[in-house]
């Protein structure tokens, strides 16, 4: 199958994009610079130069290919709003260039927002919908693309996705403690964040890609929640810093941007995956690899 990938180069994406070629797949990578073209073109990935801000340059390559996995987006913190704007005009290109042919289109979502106090599941529909929501309510835009005759599927990845080499949300929190001198918390500690190892999460995407039903989510996630004050402590293990409560209206001041993010409880479950994909997740937990190591490396 040819595939075309966005965020191909990236942390999430150079996995699921050594899975696909495992698998016997033809890829095709996004990439908007010299460095990213060049790297892929060493793992034998096809290089399609494009731009995010460009939706029409991907709509060739979405036409070419048999399936389109989008796991690209504009981590601009400043302007979350715009980045959201950004998300949904790409997605709708990629509708417009795939309708009516019945081809897979695979987007990358997120589980955080839902507010159900309680873990979200795969049959949960996401609550931000419309061009204003989280990430311009491109999950559910998607989704409705069963209308138009594609097969959307929706990649609901946890909030860290892990392991060596991560410069994610966890390594955001490393630099954090390295700065601040202390590990830190929010509040009681006792907040979670749904976790999964960046290996068991691109052999999901590949089952995904085999398996999921047209309109469905699957769930990223080999830990349903791991507290935060767990996080935190294995940081200052790792750091050797002492380890300390952060008041919630003090989190923006002590963290930054990511303060917002780690105060929230981000849980989810995979069962609904686990089951429907026979995906079983086999490499180490989030703990395990803060406590290998691999985040305290200068």
């Known amino acids: 199958m040819r595939i075309f990938v966005t965020g191909a180069s990236g942390w999430v994406g150079s996995s699921v994009v050594d899975e696909l070629l495992a698998a016997g797949h033809d890829v095709t990578g996004l990439a908007r610079s010299d ?9 034998g990935v096809a290089v399609h130069r ?4 460009d939706p ?7 036409e070419a290919a048999d399936a389109v996995v989008h796991l690209a987006f504009k981590h601009d913190f400043t302007d979350y709003a715009g980045a959201g704007r950004t998300e949904r005009a790409v997605v709708e290109a990629f509708g417009d260039a795939l309708a009516g042919t019945g081809k897979t289109f695979m987007l990358a979502s997120g589980l955080a927002g839902a507010g159900l106090g309680r873990p979200l599941t795969e049959r949960d529909p996401s609550p931000h919908v419309g061009p204003d929501a989280l990430r311009g309510g491109s999950e559910a835009l998607a989704l409705s693309f069963v209308d138009r005759g594609i097969r959307p599927v929706a990649l609901r990845f946890a909030p860290t996705v892990h392991g060596e080499g991560d410069h994610g949300f966890v390594a955001q929190l490393v630099r954090v403690a390295r700065e601040t001198g202390v590990a830190a918390y929010v509040g009681d500690g006792t907040s979670r964040w749904a976790a999964v190892h960046r290996l068991d999460n691109a052999r999901m995407v590949r089952l995904a890609l085999d398996k999921a039903a047209a309109g469905s989510a699957v769930h990223g996630v080999a830990e349903e929640g791991v507290p935060s004050r767990a996080i935190a402590e294995a940081i200052g293990r790792g750091l050797g810093l002492p380890v300390v409560s952060v008041a919630p209206e003090d989190a923006l001041a002590h963290f ?9 409880d981000v849980t989810a479950s995979s069962d609904v995956t686990r089951e429907t994909l026979g995906w079983d997740p086999t490499h180490p937990t989030l703990l395990e690899d803060l406590d290998a190591g691999y985040y305290f490396r200068a």
């Open 56 to 62: 029409g340059s991907l709509r060739a390559a979405a």
């Open 35 to 43: 460095a990213s073209a060049a790297a892929l073109d060493r793992r």
């Open 256 to 264: 930054g941007w990511i303060g917002g993010f780690f105060s929230l």
């Open 50 to 53: 494009g731009d995010l801000d």
